[in-house]
Nanobody, 124 residues
Framework: QVQLAESGGVLVQAGDSLRLSCVAS????????IGWFRQVPVKEREFVAG????????SHADSVKGRFNVSRDNAKNSVYLQMNSLKPEDTAVYYC?????????????????WGQGTQVTVSS
């Protein structure tokens, strides 16, 4: 099964851009969809974006649509989350997760493998 590791989270200012990476320890994500979620204290994990590995089809939450973009790199077994025009409300721990479902799901429990998370803090 795939193992995931996120990186790239740092402190930035509102309006800045940031790119998060999610690297798989196994050969590929070929049988998975990969989702990005975020979580803040006292709130449930929120779906941010996802990508279907076989064809690269993506989906983005309305809250980030037009600002964030998820993509994959087959050769590097990596998924990226490009975040632009960051807002303080984007502050959260960001997780990548893998789902065996061929569909990109927004429900966290659909994902069976999770990374450790990376902290993104947006100041204003």
């Amino acid at each position: 099964q795939v193992q995931l590791a996120e990186s790239g989270g740092v402190l930035v200012q509102a309006g800045d851009s940031l790119r998060l990476s999610c690297v798989a320890s196994r050969r590929s994500f070929s049988r998975n969809t990969i989702g990005w979620f975020r979580q803040v204290p006292v709130k449930e994990r929120e779906f941010v974006a996802g990508v279907r590995w076989p064809d690269g089809q993506t989906s983005h939450a309305d809250s980030v649509k037009g600002r964030f973009n998820v993509s994959r790199d087959n050769a590097k077994n990596s998924v990226y989350l490009q975040m632009n025009s960051l807002k303080p409300e984007d502050t959260a721990v960001y997780y990548c997760a893998a789902s065996p479902d061929w569909r990109i799901r927004s429900y966290a429990k659909s994902y069976t493998t999770w990374g450790q998370g990376t902290q993104v803090t947006v100041s204003s």
